[in-house]
């Protein structure tokens, strides 16, 4: 609490973060007047008309993320892809306005080699060597690897330009209408006309990173729920019995925000994602550091942190806690923590709440995550639309050996790449509900 609250004591490392610039500077890997800067630009597209954007565009692409599974009778081998591409999809319209389909062959624009959703899934792919190569190499190198790198740097470059041009373009034309998006927001804010522009290249780096805070971090999240949903039979068939509460039968498209939405976050889907971030924070540690001596008081006892050391929150302790997180009856801390079976969204629906700091999935003050109600609303509006109409189960069905296999892989199968991922995916299907 102390690292994140006191802002200008404990900042963020830039120079380990600078990695990230690939496109230019970003909110991220700024700090001081620059952060301050972007964050400002920043705020004022998570409003109100962008929630209801993120409702209304969730539910709608939920639903045609159903449609590609039932053309495969509902198997699902590998979740996350497609929970990438949906979180992509949402994010895509909330903050840029660009209306994306699940056009399973979609054609290559003229002047492109990828299409966009390709081209952003290759940025993500080849990351390590996009921020660990420099450019001046990679523009060189005929290694494979760096050649699929460069074209995939590229070709996202090409559709940011693209984006921003036609928004330069629509710029005159629009009728104000008093919701302004992220995109409109930094193309405005690096107009010559702007009392202090900023450079163009901090509109290139700053959609690329609201990219990569907003849609990897979303599908792991996803990814990780229904995974553990399918473990959880019981929970699955409450949470249901939820929706049907709050939905009854009406269509999804006529769900409200934020009257439906509340209701859905205080009950077990909102359960689901708080137990999930729990156990699953996609961010297990966030980075701070001091450029002065600082002094902290742990239980009491002043320590003093020298200058420009690196300092971890550890927010995946944190959330297992044993003050704070006691594990269900006839589990020890002392055995290997695993996660599955220490996953308990019941705790969620009491009245108890962890006390501040104990439960930091999107960080605390200053540099908190800036969009943690979007992925709220986003992870609620699709597993409502999801687990209305559909049970979602482990592929190799309900048996102990399935539900072994799947919690190994829950539990020793999770690895760290951009955010904690599973690093082999647990096969599910999504069988009709029986009305
Ligand atoms: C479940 C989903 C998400 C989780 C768990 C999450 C978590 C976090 C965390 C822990 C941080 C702080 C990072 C640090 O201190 O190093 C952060 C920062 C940030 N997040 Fe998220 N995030 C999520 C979704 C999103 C979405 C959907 C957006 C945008 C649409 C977003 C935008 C940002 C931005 C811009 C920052 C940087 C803020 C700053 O440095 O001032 N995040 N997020």
Redesign the pocket.
């Known amino acids: 609490m102390q690292l994140s609250h006191r802002h200008d004591d404990f900042i963020k490392p830039i120079d380990m973060l600078g990695m990230l610039n690939i496109y230019g500077p970003t909110?991220?890997a700024s700090k001081g007047d620059e952060?301050r800067k972007y964050?400002s630009i920043?705020s004022p597209s998570f409003n109100e008309n962008t929630h209801r954007t993120v409702w209304r565009e969730a539910i709608r692409q939920a639903e045609l993320m159903l449609e590609v599974w039932n053309h495969n009778t509902g198997h699902v081998s590998n979740l996350n892809v497609h929970a990438n591409r949906y979180a992509l999809h949402v994010?895509s319209k909330a903050?840029f306005n660009r209306e994306m389909a699940w056009d399973l062959a979609p054609e290559k624009p003229p002047g492109h080699q990828l299409t966009y959703p390709e081209a952003i899934s290759a940025v993500f792919k080849y990351n390590n060597t996009l921020f660990m190569t420099p450019r001046a190499l990679l523009n060189i190198s005929p290694v494979k690897e760096h050649r699929l790198a460069r074209q995939a740097f590229v070709e996202f470059r090409k559709y940011m330009e693209e984006m921003v041009q036609e928004q330069k373009r629509m710029a005159g034309a629009k009728q104000p209408t008093g919701h302004v998006n992220l995109l409109e927001n930094f193309v405005s804010a690096a107009h010559s006309t702007h009392a202090s522009p900023i450079p163009d290249a901090a509109v290139f780096g700053n959609l690329f990173?609201?990219i990569l805070?907003?849609h990897e971090?979303?599908a792991n999240?996803m990814t990780f729920a229904l995974s553990l949903l399918a473990c959880r039979p019981n929970f699955q068939k409450a949470l249901q019995a939820g929706i049907d509460n709050i939905v009854g039968g009406r269509d999804p498209a006529t769900w409200m925000y934020p009257q439906d939405y509340t209701k859905i976050m205080d009950g077990h889907i909102g359960a689901l994602m708080n137990e999930t971030?729990r156990l699953y924070t996609?961010?297990p540690f966030?980075?701070k550091t001091n450029e002065k001596a600082q002094t902290i008081s742990v239980d009491g006892v002043k320590h003093v942190i020298a200058p420009n050391t690196l300092a971890m929150i550890n927010t995946s302790a944190t959330h297992r806690h044993p003050k704070h997180w006691p594990l269900p009856l006839n589990r020890s801390y002392d055995s290997p923590p695993y996660p599955v079976s220490s996953f308990q969204p019941e705790r969620w629906l009491s009245e108890h709440r962890p006390v501040p700091g104990a439960f930091i999935?999107?960080?605390e003050g200053f540099?908190?995550?800036?969009?943690?109600r979007?992925?709220r609303i986003e992870f609620c509006a699709a597993i409502a639309t999801i687990c209305k109409n559909y049970t979602v189960e482990l592929e190799d069905g309900t048996g102990q050996a399935a539900l072994a296999k799947a919690e190994a892989q829950l539990s020793s199968g999770v690895g760290f790449e951009m955010g904690l991922k599973l690093k082999e995916p647990v096969a599910l299907k999504f069988v009709r509900r029986s009305v």
């Open positions: 909110i991220t952060h964050r920043a994010l903050l990173i609201f805070a907003g971090t979303s999240t971030l996609v961010l966030l980075p999935p999107f960080a540099r908190s995550c800036m969009g943690s979007f992925a």
